[in-house]
């Protein structure tokens, strides 16, 4: 006899998924349209966290919002939302470095994370980090469903 | 023949958003032609004379951002921190001494009671070239024993990216 899952427990499920997929999205998507127009503010704000430097905080500049836009999307589609949430976790994975470095060696980068607003505090971008990668784990965990299959 | 669908389903993520990003990127430098420049930055007349056009960190100011300021109408305050010696050779214009390796806060007192300070809007300091910290110590103990007194009148201290270095390489007046 099979155990079949309470149909509350799959509907609690599916509703976080959701959640997972809205909070992350909107996050991403509202990171890079709010950089989408600032150029050279962005490569100056990537510059204050004095980990790579020309020309390679100009390409950063330049790629970092199509990026965060195409997770935004991709988290959206179920087809890519698996690799999206992947990349989503990298890429806070990739901002959380990138600013404990800066607040290791005494340097307040005002991330511009999300253009000229975003959190100040350090607690609040800890929170953000610490929820957008559970999510992405989530989501990760939850978009296993692919299983190798043959036709002939 | 067997074909793998598994293989094509797991391909297929990868192509979709790399599809996504290709248009994005497209429609980014499209919409936003500063965006194209990014890569290539300009070599400014600054960047010739030594300055770096990698953004500067807080708190410290480029040749020509100190030439701005100079040109206009605001206030500034010059804070040699050199050796003695190099300061009575040369000079920026206007600039006054304080030796790093003396008593700063006798220096720093002295310097209030002077009324040097009175109605400066920016206070910049400088030393020998990028590799010397004597301006980072100045500032840092100007900011600490005068941080109360610098902001009620609105006062800021930066300190000048590349020092006296930069600012003679970029053929910039001095004083003797």
Known sequence: MSAVAPPLFIRAKVVLDWFCVLALALVFAWAGMAKWGEAAELREAIGHYRLVGEPFAGWVALLLPPLEITVALGLVLQATRRL???????????????????????????????????PSAPVLHLLLWLGMLAASAWLWSRSRGDHPRTST | MKISTWEMRRK?????????????????????PEAR???????????????????????QISVSELRGWLHSAESVLLIDARARADFETDHLPQALHLDPHADLSAQVFALVQSGALEGVIHLVVYCDDASCGASETVADHLREQLGTLLE??????????????????DAQETSR
């Open chain 1, 84 to 118: 999206s949430a992947g990349m989503a976790a990298v890429l806070v994975m990739g901002f959380a470095t990138a600013t404990l470095q800066a607040w290791g060696r005494g340097i307040d980068p005002a991330c511009g994370c999300f253009g000229d607003s975003g």
């Open chain 2, 37 to 59: 420049q990014l890569p290539f930055p300009p070599r400014s007349v600054g960047e010739a004379a030594g300055e770096s056009s990698i953004p500067l960190p807080p708190g």
């Open chain 2, 152 to 169: 009620t009148q609105g006062t800021d201290i930066s300190v000048l990216h590349g020092g006296f270095a930069t600012w003679r390489a």
């Open chain 2, 12 to 32: 297929q993520p990868i192509a979709v958003l790399l599809l996504l990003f290709g248009l994005l990127l497209g429609l980014r430098l499209l919409a936003v």
